[in-house]
């Protein structure tokens, strides 16, 4: 039987007047360091399986600061009807402040089909650090089909709109050299900074397969490849200590 869920989480200034678990999405209040609120997304079961519908709602109220992570990976596994599963995820976050999204990976399992939408509004004076990972099938196994989009907009204003597809259902070409080149790992790191307006970060690479994008807009994409989830994750992690060096030390 497929799973419908939402979970729901709103930071204010003084707490968390709203922080709702639902079926596999389970919250929890955990120990943060610096100014931030912290908010960790516990599996409860095993999940999104084929045809599961999940949501997360997030909302940032104006001056607050919200870091949300999770205790672990998160797996797309088959499920026992053919229909894909869905996962969606809405970030809302008010003037001056802050929002660090950083959940640990995606992982799409042989069998598998996600489609997985982000979404995020953002207030003009808002800042965010956002990360993205998606791993394409477990250790020596085929990957699953999964479908990711980032949306992105500032101030009322598109800043960003990404789709990424992979996997047996994807268009041809998503593992040759112009996308994956036989990578099984890819990710994102989306870096908003109203700083940038001023001084914006330039272009650059990380090692052989990660660059840095400015955007129309005060902020910073960082695309990646890599063989594996820890490669990945070196990847993003040196990436933000230079796009973003005062938000890595305060998280």
């Known amino acids: 039987m497929s799973v419908r869920a939402t979970a729901r989480v709103v930071a204010e200034r003084d707490g968390l007047p709203v922080l709702e678990s639902d079926g596999p999405l389970a919250l929890r209040r955990t120990r943060a360091g610096g100014p931030y609120t912290r ?18 709602e997030v909302g940032v109220g104006e001056g607050s600061r919200l870091h949300m992570d999770s205790a672990a990976a998160t797996v797309a596994l088959p499920g026992r009807t053919p229909e894909a599963a869905a996962y969606d995820i809405s970030l809302d976050v008010g003037e001056d402040a802050e929002l660090r999204w950083l959940p640990e990976q995606l992982i799409s399992a042989r069998g598998s089909e996600l489609r997985m939408h982000t979404r995020v509004a953002l207030a003009g004076t808002a800042r965010l650090v956002l990360r993205e990972e998606q791993i394409l099938g477990r250790h020596g196994e085929e990957t699953g089909t999964l479908t990711t989009r980032l949306t992105v907009h500032r101030a009322g204003r598109p ?93």
Do not use: K, N, Y
């Not at 999940?47 to 997360?56: E, F, H, Q, S, V």
């Open 39 to 56: 908010v960790t997304v516990v599996g409860a079961m095993s999940a999104p399986l084929g045809g599961d519908r999940l949501a997360i």
């Open 159 to 251: 800043l960003l709109d990404q789709e990424l597809a992979f996997g047996p259902g994807a268009p041809g070409g998503w593992d040759g050299g112009a996308v994956l080149g036989g990578h099984r790992a890819v990710g994102q790191l989306l870096v908003v900074e109203p700083d940038f307006g001023d001084d914006p970060p330039e272009p650059r690479q990380f090692g052989e397969t990660a660059v840095l994008t400015p955007l129309a807009g005060p902020a910073a994409l960082v695309t990646a490849v890599a063989p594996d989830a820890l490669c990945l994750r070196r990847l993003l992690d040196t990436a933000l200590s230079q796009v973003a060096p005062s938000g890595a030390a305060r998280g």
